[in-house]
């Protein structure tokens, strides 16, 4: 027979918990409504954003071969696409914190696979990561990270964007920002975020940042317009800020996505603490009436051997 003291203890325990997953819920819903609304109020400018430098873009040559870098990389080093085998580094964001169900970890997944396909196809890869739980998982498999930054909040999330970005123009372009000298000189750059498609669903997202490459734009037939200053002088402006918006985006739905997943998760974790109350206190109350009818059991039986 279970001791009953333990189970007691074992109920206030679960209860304790409850209450501290039911807290950060609470907290977590508080905090996603400002979050969300952040994510979805960049979302046009970005898009907006995106169109207009795609478009000057695709107005370029492609890009490929030994002529025709010709045009895209003599309009901007940012669209210069190198040839051949090279090193690539991945800015992986996530989070600095866990408790969040597989946020994280459904993107260290992804990721990892990604690696895996670069390194058979004769790539180097390096990593740049934005939070603290991107880190500690690739620092104890052995990857290479070049430069670590702790999660953007909503307050420095510019900021941080501004020096990111930064840092891997400078790294693709050869430059190195500020004379820092540890920044490897990389061919390509992808950045890898959770994308926030709605309070259930966090995406894992892995696409290229460097060579900028435009996304899909609606072809509406219309003349391009006569530009002032011309597409080149636009294009110089445009481009380090396209790039800066897209971090921006990234961040904007990994903190979205973040604040989501973990309220999910403590709605669940709450859930299941209510269950495993109601269950143990089913089964303390058995052993409960178990004990009791032992004890009676017991009295009635020594009243009997007296009378005997």
Do not use: W
Not at 26 to 39: D, G, N, S
Not at 161 to 180: Q, R
Not at 268 to 291: K, M, W
Request: glycine content about 10%; charged content about 25%; proline content about 3%.
């Amino acid at each position: 027979m279970a001791n009953l003291k333990e189970i007691r203890n074992r109920i206030t325990s679960v209860k304790n918990t409850r209450k501290i997953t039911s807290a950060m819920s609470r907290i977590a819903a508080a905090r996603l409504v400002k979050a969300q609304q952040a994510a979805m109020g960049a979302r046009p400018y970005g898009e907006r954003l995106d169109q207009v430098v795609g478009s000057l873009v695709a107005s370029l040559g492609s890009g490929e071969g030994e002529g025709d870098a010709g045009e895209a990389g003599a309009a901007h080093p940012l669209l210069l696409k190198r040839s051949g085998n090279g090193r690539v580094v991945i800015v992986h964001i996530t989070a600095d914190r866990g408790l969040a169900g597989g946020f994280n970890a459904n993107l260290n997944r992804a990721v990892v696979g990604f690696i895996r396909k670069e390194r058979e196809a004769g790539n180097d890869v390096v990593l740049l990561t934005v939070g603290k739980k991107g880190r500690g998982f690739f620092q104890h498999s052995g990857q290479k990270i070049v430069r670590h930054h702790d999660a953007p909040t909503l307050g420095d999330l510019v900021v941080k964007a501004k020096m990111v970005a930064a840092e891997i123009m400078a790294m693709f372009t050869g430059g190195k920002e500020g004379g820092d000298t540890e920044l490897p000189q990389v061919d390509r750059v992808y950045f890898a975020y959770n994308y926030f498609k709605n309070v259930l669903t966090q995406q894992p997202k892995i696409e290229v940042l460097l060579p900028f490459e435009s996304r899909e734009i609606v072809n509406d037939e219309r003349v391009l317009p006569v530009l002032e200053p011309g597409r080149d002088a636009l294009l110089g402006h445009l481009l380090p800020i396209a790039v800066e918006s897209r971090l921006q985006q990234a961040f904007f739905n990994s903190i979205a996505g973040e604040i989501a997943a973990r309220r999910t998760a403590m709605d669940s974790a709450s859930d299941n603490a209510t269950q495993l109350i109601r269950e143990l206190t089913l089964f303390y109350n058995r052993e409960r009436q178990a004990a009791i009818t032992k004890e009676l059991m017991e009295i009635i039986g020594g009243a009997e051997a007296l009378k005997g």
